[in-house]
């Protein structure tokens, strides 16, 4: 059964940091794009950013450009958002995502197959 486990989530103050694993179980990545999506209450979900696995290409949305990076490691079969500089802005529910990177553009929800449940960011001015 696939699974796609997010962690990392939690509650900081405004400019502090928090690093989200999205961890694959039953699946692995290999060459999938593998995407960020937040949805803040009362708000549609957007995408944040995504990463081609292996083949090091990466987008970032403009809204959190500077401020967060997205990475990879195939050993553990995990990709990670990397967030820093965080803004009361950016507290959202937080999900991962991962599918063929010929399915849509990278912000595309019905571009990805598999999505995990979530993981909360609260950011506290």
């Known amino acids: 059964q696939v699974q796609l486990v997010e962690s990392g989530g939690g509650s900081v103050q405004a400019g502090g940091s928090l690093r989200l694993s999205c961890a694959a179980s039953?699946?692995?990545?290999?060459?999938?794009?593998v995407g960020w999506f937040r949805q803040a209450p009362g708000k549609e979900r957007e995408g944040v950013a995504a990463?081609?696995?292996?083949?090091?290409?990466?987008s970032i949305a403009d809204s959190v450009k500077g401020r967060f990076t997205i990475s990879e490691d195939n050993a553990k079969n995990t990709v990670y958002l990397q967030m820093d500089s965080l803004k009361a802005e950016d507290t959202a529910m937080y999900y991962c995502?991962?599918?063929?990177?010929?399915?849509?553009?990278?912000?595309?929800?019905?571009?990805?197959?598999?999505w995990g449940r979530g993981t909360q960011v609260t950011v506290s001015s």
């Open positions: 995502a991962s599918g063929s990177p010929y399915g849509g553009g990278w912000r595309e929800e019905y571009a990805y197959s598999y």
């Open positions: 990463i081609l696995i292996g083949g090091e290409v990466t």
């Open positions: 039953g699946y692995t990545f290999s060459s999938d794009r």
